[in-house]
């Protein structure tokens, strides 16, 4: 369940703005000043802050600041005020969106659903990026880059050159790498995966990448050995 922490010292706005979420599926935590909202936060992992910009004891801003040295999750400001200067700012120090008093609730609801997506979109692309040093792997377009420089790679050496860098200094046989890219049903010869490695050591090796290695450890299999943590 997506966890949501509400602050505003206002408390009709908060139990309105709470049943609506809690409407819409979410679980909500209510703070009413901003020492509380601080607290709660390093008390709970939550996915997404609305934050007050007025507020007793500390204002959303400061409380903004103070989140952001630690976490980034996603924070929408509110304010009854609609200066430019102020929304500015509240982007500047880190909040993701700005939203100005009078709203409606499913207005709030939906900028909370919008930057939960954005949030989830730059997850999944960090999730198939991988730089090692001065290589670069994107499962995405299956681009390799070395020294900066887009290697001429094929779907299987780029696979292969992932599933080491993944687990760099981890050691493969054959067949574990005969398991995971080519499936337990493949019935070609372990072979194959000294050809691809042969091919794929050969494209790597005409740049330098003295941090690392694709290194064979003899009548054992493969690994992509890194000299230094990097």
Sequence with gaps: ???????????????????????????????????????????TAFDAILLDVMMPKKDGFEVCREIRKTSNVPIIMVTARGEDFERIMGLDIGADDYIVKPFSPGEVMARVRAVLRRMEKSADAKANLLQLGNLSINLDDFQVTLEGKLLNLTKKETELLWTMAKSKNKLFTRENLLNSLWGYDYFGDARTVDSHIKRLRAKLDAFPHPEWELKTVWGMGYKLEVHDDV
């Design 1 to 43: 369940m997506t966890k949501l922490l509400i602050a505003d010292d206002n408390l009709q706005i908060t139990e309105i703005l709470s049943e609506y979420a809690r409407s819409q599926g979410y679980e909500v935590t209510l703070a009413h000043d901003g020492e509380e909202a601080l607290e709660t936060f390093h008390q």
